[in-house]
DNA sequence: GCTTATTATTTGTGATCACACAATCACAAA
DNA sequence: TTTGTGATTGTGTGATCACAAATAATAAGC
């Protein structure tokens, strides 16, 4: 217990000042709490599962206890944080059925938006969309951590373009439960590879404006990526049940 | 101003006896308190634009402005309340493309839920369904306001009988921010038996356990409903823009 | 020595207080 | 009459305190 909650504050604490040394400010304190939180969840920093104290976040991140409880209780609401009978927050663990539904999910929902997307999206959209697609291309092949954060700049670009907030809404709450487990992911290079494969199609897709072609490229990056995790997530989950 | 508010504070204490002559009770006060605010605001008790402030609530239900700020928040991420730059909550306010938009998602995926249901639906389930189809006809008859609720219920059972929980909660959300509107509804007697109509046919479709079928028919009843709404919300939008 | 009962610590929950910001109203000057 | 300026009120936000419940730790009993 001594050895995660000291991880879990040097981790915050870590995450902190980077997230200061980039663009995005936020104005309540809260906010800033949340998004630290949220960004070491979805990074997989606070592995599914680790309990969430709030004197004890208030503590790493010296603010009080107000702050991390509405950054919690938000979290809780939109799923990423479970709050157990015994009083605990944890990190939601999701399982292997419940990730299965999850992906289909996506594969129907995202699927749909970047079908959308491929009928409004701008000139300038899809250069953007391109240089992106480059830059997780490089990140695939450096074993960087930056992967995943390139990855999901991509795939909310596209996204974007279908010109449908709520849908992006309920694309970001989708992520959001499904982000931790996407770590199982971060080292496997093969599947990498695929990824790019898959999104190589998705950007020509794109430039074709071929929404159904955007559809089955975007089912297909899911399905391989899950494919990679799904073996792994089963093997973690029995073993810790 | 004053009216408003007085008015507010009748609704809650009102709604909060009602509520405990319910079954549901709710361990923690917070609860309670989103539970009474959530459903003030899907009735349209509180229509949309209406401000809402803590301490406002607080007194009116008689309890601290803690467990109002953890509903009114929770509220707020799940996109029911908006927290204004001026520092105040208000209920959320539709645009007409924000409305259809919520519409279309909501044909696509409570039509995919319900092809689903389709698939795996019991015997006992379908029974309950067609009790609960009866219920919803009785009071469409009857100019009773109870007549949202066993809509709601009709609704729910159907989507349960799918066994996704996380199409569920999504549908959950979705229904959150749609309920407000559909009080435009409540006294359209012919958009009431044309929504029948549409139910019967979701029943016969589940029953026949056609998913096809079933997913037509829920987007007919969405359909139907929606065009009722719309040129109503978008007059009153315009007029109160 | 092992089990059980009791104390102690830690947890979330709710209440109260202090602060900063925004809006509104009142009064005075042009 | 209109406009600018100041004060008052009301708002959400954050901090601190008190409490009940649950777990962990300790001590008593066999």
Redesign the interface.
């Known amino acids: 217990m001594d050895v995660t909650s000291e991880t879990r504050i040097a981790d915050f604490a870590a995450f902190m000042a980077k997230s200061e040394q980039d663009v995005i400010e936020w104005a309540s304190l809260r906010g800033r709490v949340y998004f630290v939180l949220r960004e070491c969840v979805v990074s997989g920093r606070l592995p599914p599962g680790s309990v969430i104290t709030l004197r004890g976040v208030a503590k790493a991140l010296g603010t009080s206890m107000m702050p991390v409880r509405?950054a919690v209780?938000?979290l809780v609401?939109?799923?990423a944080v479970e709050l157990n009978p015994n009083r605990t927050f944890t990190v939601t663990r999701l399982s292997p059925t419940?990730f299965m539904?999850?992906r289909d999910?996506r594969i129907?929902?995202e699927g749909?938006t970047a079908e959308l997307a491929a009928a409004h999206i701008s000139a300038e959209e899809l250069d953007n969309i391109q240089t992106l697609h480059l830059r997780v291309e490089k990140a695939s092949k450096s074993l960087d951590v930056s992967y995943l954060t390139w990855n999901r700049r991509f795939h909310f670009s596209i996204y974007k373009a279908a010109r449908?907030?709520?849908?992006i809404?309920?694309i970001e709450?989708l992520w959001l439960?499904y982000g931790p487990v996407l770590h199982y992911f971060s080292l496997e290079d093969d599947a990498r590879l695929h990824g790019n494969n898959a999104h190589s199609a998705i950007v020509s897709a794109l430039a074709e404006r071929d929404g159904a072609a955007a559809r089955r490229a975007i089912a297909f990056d899911i399905t391989t990526a899950s494919e990679v995790i799904l073996p792994r997530l089963t093997e973690d989950y029995n073993n810790r049940a």
Chains 1, 2 share one sequence.
Do not use: Q
């Open positions: 509405d209780t938000r609401t939109e799923g419940r539904e999850i999910i129907e929902i749909w449908k907030p709520e849908l809404t309920i709450l439960k």
